[in-house]
């Protein structure tokens, strides 16, 4: 079993940015793939970047050049920041372990972009 606590979300107006944090109860050298997904009003929720046990990355379009993964393997932590912020980004941002046959996520944290 693998708990996720997001934290970092909040309102900011276009063009701001925000720092998306993920923390982990096991060791995220443990997990395949680490990734946030973020879900608007309406909308299915959708992959926004992917960071591999192997160091790969991937992005939506939507989000390249503005959004980095990173990770801290000491401290079990994911983090997502957000540059250039639209109000398109407005969403629950959640996110997600992935071990070969298992899926776990957090409880999502509200992104609002808003002047």
């Known amino acids: 079993q693998v708990q996720l606590v997001e934290s970092g979300g909040g309102l900011v107006q276009p063009g701001g940015s925000l720092r998306l944090s993920c923390s982990a109860s096991t060791s995220i050298l443990t997990i395949y793939s680490m990734s946030w997904y973020r879900q608007a009003p309406g909308k299915q929720r959708e992959l926004v970047a992917t960071?591999?046990?192997?160091?790969?990355?991937n992005y939506a379009d939507s989000v390249k050049g503005r959004f980095t993964i990173s990770r801290d393997n000491a401290k079990n932590m994911v983090y997502l920041q957000m540059s250039s912020l639209k109000p398109e980004d407005t969403a629950v941002y959640y996110c997600?372990?992935?071990?070969?046959?298992?899926?776990?996520w957090g409880q999502g944290t509200q992104v609002t972009v808003s002047s």
């Open positions: 997600n372990a992935y071990i070969p046959a298992m899926v776990y």
């Open positions: 960071f591999t046990r192997a160091g790969n990355t």
